[in-house]
């Protein structure tokens, strides 16, 4: 499909309790270069000062019930006026140009129907939030998928962010919308399903996101948890969905502790299962000490590396074992 010259484009943006960030990304989304747009605002019930803030904006605000990412975007949609659907988050920026390029990779073949660019740290981003950024940008924090890394050249890619992503807008049609049984993952079950329909996914390193990280432990393990139930749900959905990546960190605990009850009647399994649990301590050390020599990081970033690449063990062992149950 060509796309016409600039067409209306509809920016949907679910939000809920995001008064944190939700100003400078809605400043920023009205800073884009792009000429025909529209912001629809999809709002969870916030209780805190979200719609103020966004109601200071020429956008459609409208409530979602269903409680999930999936029913906001799909609120937007039944609504959007435009023939591109774009998606980010109230917990992102984007670039001035990020919309032009998007639409300009649509055009890029005629099995393009969906394009991503990257989920980039903010250069003003510092603290535990930038950490979490860095430690997402690994393979050990964010594994083999595209959607925390910074990529440099156009290439095909499987799926694309939620933060991050335009679609056309008869694509929902034809594959249906997103799934609203999903508490997260529902980017990832979309797009596998226009994949399987013979679609491309086309990925533009210049259209850009900056995204805003969690600011303390707890709230980053609330939302890998989350994270982990979704993906869980999704694999129950469709088993293809699992990749090794995903189980690895479930079995690991589960192997640990299953190591440390036997223990109790065969000692030596105990030296076995601390081995086990020291190998993958010196793993986070040496990704944590990369990060920091790298990009030239204190002490105490170091320590914040640390304990976000352990929380993040944690947060997705149990909240993927919570998802299959």
Not at 185 to 194: I, K, S, T, V
Not at 213 to 228: E, G
Not at 247 to 259: F, Y
Not at 278 to 305: D, E, P, Q, R
């Amino acid at each position: 499909m060509k796309v016409t010259k600039n067409p209306l484009v509809s920016i949907i943006l679910p939000t809920k309790n995001n008064d944190r960030t939700i100003n400078e990304c809605l400043k920023s989304v009205f800073s884009l270069n792009y000429p025909k747009k529209e912001v629809i605002i999809v709002d969870g019930h916030s209780t805190d000062d979200t719609i103020l803030i966004a109601s200071m904006y020429e956008a459609k605000i409208m409530y979602e019930n269903k409680g999930t990412r999936a029913g906001a975007c799909n609120e937007g949609i039944k609504i959007a006026k435009g023939s591109i659907i774009a998606f980010t988050d109230a917990d992102c920026t984007v670039g001035k140009t990020w919309l032009d390029d998007l639409v300009l990779a649509l055009d890029r073949d005629e099995g393009v129907v969906c394009a991503t660019g990257p989920n980039a740290i903010p250069s003003d981003l510092d603290g535990f939030s930038k950490a979490v950024g860095l430690a997402l940008s690994t393979p050990l924090g964010g594994g083999p998928s595209t959607h925390t890394k910074v990529l440099t050249e156009k290439k095909y890619v499987n799926s694309a962010p939620g933060c991050n992503a335009v679609y056309y807008k008869d694509i929902f049609d034809k594959i249906g919308l997103f799934d609203e049984s999903l508490i997260t993952a529902e980017d990832a079950d979309l797009n596998q399903r226009l994949k399987k329909s013979g679609y491309k996914i086309l990925y533009a390193p210049s259209a850009k996101v900056f995204h805003y990280h969690r600011t303390s432990l707890l709230k980053f393990f609330k939302q890998i948890y989350r994270y982990a139930i979704g993906r869980a749900q999704l694999v129950k959905k469709d088993k293809k969905a699992l990749g090794w990546i995903h189980i690895l960190p479930s079995l690991e605990l589960i192997g640990i502790i299953i190591l440390l009850l036997l223990a109790l009647k065969w000692p030596i399994l105990f030296i076995i299962s601390i081995g086990l649990i020291m190998s993958y301590f010196i793993v986070i050390l040496a990704f944590s000490t990369h990060l920091v020599i790298k990009n030239k990081l204190s002490f105490k970033m170091y320590l914040s590396l640390v304990l976000i690449f352990i929380t993040e063990f944690f947060g997705w062992s149990l909240g993927f074992i919570r998802g299959l149950v």
